[in-house]
Nanobody
Framework: QVQLVESGGGLVQAGSSLRLSCAASGRAFSTYAMGWFRQAPGKEREFVAAISSSGRITYYVDSVKGRFTISRDNAKNTVALQMNSLKPEDTALYYC?????????????????WGQGTQVTVSS
């Protein structure tokens, strides 16, 4: 089982940037797609971004396109989410997830392991 540990969350003002990181265990990381999801209080878990195993294909929910960038370093077993121009509606608990297939999914049930989450709070 792949273990994931997120970091990088915090409290920032609207318009600021944050960079979330996710460190993964295991030797097969480079064969897995990775995703970021978020969940705000009282709301369902929402897909944010995903990246294929090679890193060549990325996918974003419309609300973050042009502001967030997902990337990965297969040599270091890490995936990152660079978040710019943050808005109060981006406030949520952000989760990193691994899918033991090379291509992404936007459906959280299609992911196999999850981190504990890192809180992002954006004040107006």
């Amino acid at each position: 089982q792949v273990q994931l540990v997120e970091s990088g969350g915090g409290l920032v003002q609207a318009g600021s940037s944050l960079r979330l990181s996710c460190a993964a265990s295991g030797r097969a990381f480079s064969t897995y797609a990775m995703g970021w999801f978020r969940q705000a209080p009282g709301k369902e878990r929402e897909f944010v971004a995903a990246i294929s195993s090679s890193g060549r294909i990325t996918y974003y929910v419309d609300s973050v396109k042009g502001r967030f960038t997902i990337s990965r370093d297969n040599a270091k077993n890490t995936v990152a989410l660079q978040m710019n121009s943050l808005k109060p509606e981006d406030t949520a608990l952000y989760y990193c997830a691994v899918r033991r297939l090379p291509y992404h999914s936007t459906v959280w049930r299609n992911y196999d392991s999850w981190g504990q989450g890192t809180q992002v709070t954006v004040s107006s």
